[in-house]
């Protein structure tokens, strides 16, 4: 027999979710501050902007720059992360997740602050091209934590906000599900410490890829 689905669209963010992408993505801002001799950001800092879109990620990690150089820390950003990106993996147990997910007839979907050429390189590199039936990228639509990526996925795949699950590692995933209508379930493993999450009550928060598989199979 086959278990009732609560959610027929499940949507990730990509990078610290699936993606084992948090700490050179901090490098990598830090090290494109340090090349144009602004303050580098500390850690904590630049892992707060993961998730946004490169424009609002800038103007966090690097308040005291003029705007009009917002490009210019862009490309050191860029040359800096495609420099090792080959380093980068899916969490363990990531694809197992996925494709146990699509047994179950769930409709997945990618939401994510990356850009669409940064996605497109990302689903090539690890090999999960046609896993997902819809993405939305920063580049493509409003940044998180605006609802409009998240609308868009649901309208694209016919799917009311109460039948839609967020998973993310930020509260930039978990305030967008809240603002979309939707609910959440948070990861410990990645950008955001999980106490920051409390306000946004996600249904659970998953320490590592087994434990969110795990609840998924039990609960989604």
């Not at 990861?187 to 106490?195: F, I, L, T």
């Amino acid at each position: 027999m086959t278990m009732a689905r609560r959610f027929e669209l499940i949507a990730f963010d990509w990078d610290g979710t699936l993606f084992d992408s948090t700490a050179l993505i901090v490098r990598c801002i830090q090290g494109a501050c340090r090349d144009l001799g602004l303050e580098v950001p500390s850690d904590e800092r630049a892992a707060y902007v993961i998730g946004l879109g490169l424009h609002d990620a800038l103007r966090h990690a690097a308040p005291c720059l003029e705007a009009e150089r917002y490009p210019e820390l862009g490309r050191r950003y860029r040359r800096h992360y495609l420099a090792r990106q080959n380093e980068l993996v899916l969490f363990p147990g990531t694809l197992e997740m996925l494709q146990a997910l699509k047994a179950r007839n769930h409709w997945l979907a990618v939401a994510t602050g990356k850009t669409r050429v940064g996605l497109d390189e990302a689903l090539a590199q690890s090999h999960l091209r046609g896993v997902f039936d819809a993405t939305r990228t920063a580049d493509e639509t409003a940044s998180k934590p605006s609802p409009l990526m998240l609308h868009e996925l649901m309208r694209e795949l016919g799917v009311e906000p109460e039948r839609t699950l967020m998973i993310g590692d930020t509260t930039h995933d978990l305030q967008l599900a809240r603002n979309a209508g939707a609910v959440s379930v948070g990861v410990s493993y990645g950008a955001h410490d999980v106490e920051s999450f409390a306000p946004f009550e996600p249904l659970y928060i998953a320490r590592d890829t087994a434990a969110l598989h795990r609840w998924l199979l039990d609960n989604a």
